[in-house]
């Protein structure tokens, strides 16, 4: 059984952008917020440290999938990058079932994004094809950029990536 909940506080508004507030309560514990990516969120504007996760999810009644981004924000356990990504895994699943049902669906859609590189754990790129606008999102963080280019002059020259391992195996980018 999952150890899930979606948090609100009636007093207070959600912040622009983020969908809601998901608390895991079983070890490994954490806060979390969800938001849907698109263009109520430019990707250029998102700067984020903590473990995150981008999944796709066609929820009942959408003609497409969107994608979405599950940040961490308080890691209560402190546990390490792959702990606490398998359960957000389970965590975008349970979401994205959970709303199905709530549609009357007993199905739902969920993909996670192709790795930017297969010798780069952890790390995807999204690009919005209306605007060039990309999201990188390396495991520990999230970054938005203008265009492909910034996001990878950021891998080289702050996160001290080495070129040949991003182009090993050709690049994949999400849109």
């Given amino acids: 059984m999952e150890h899930f909940y979606l948090c609100s506080n009636p007093g207070y508004a959600v912040p622009d952008g983020v969908l809601t507030f998901i608390y895991g ?3 490994p514990r954490f806060f979390a917020s ?5 263009s109520g969120l430019p990707l250029r504007e ?4 903590g473990v995150s996760l981008m999944f796709y999810f066609r929820s ?10 599950l940040r961490v924000s308080d890691n209560i356990d402190k546990v390490g990058y792959d702990e606490l990504a398998g359960v957000l895994t389970e965590v975008a699943k349970w979401y994205c079932y959970g709303q199905a049902e709530a549609l009357g669906s ?3 859609e969920v993909g ?5 590189s297969s010798h780069l754990k952890g790390v995807q790129l999204l690009e919005d094809v209306s605007n060039g606008d990309c999201l990188l999102n390396f495991a520990v963080g999230c970054q938005g950029f203008t265009d492909t280019d ?16 991003i182009y090993a195996d050709g690049l994949s980018v999400n849109s």
């Fill in 25 to 27: 309560s079983a070890k």
């Fill in 34 to 38: 969800l938001s849907r990516l698109d």
């Fill in 46 to 49: 998102i700067s984020y440290m």
């Fill in 60 to 69: 009942p009644g959408d003609e497409r999938p969107f994608a979405y981004l």
């Fill in 106 to 108: 007993d199905t739902a």
């Fill in 112 to 116: 996670w994004l192709v790795p930017f």
């Fill in 150 to 165: 910034s996001a990878l002059k950021f891998l080289k020259k702050d996160l001290k990536i080495d070129m040949d391992l």
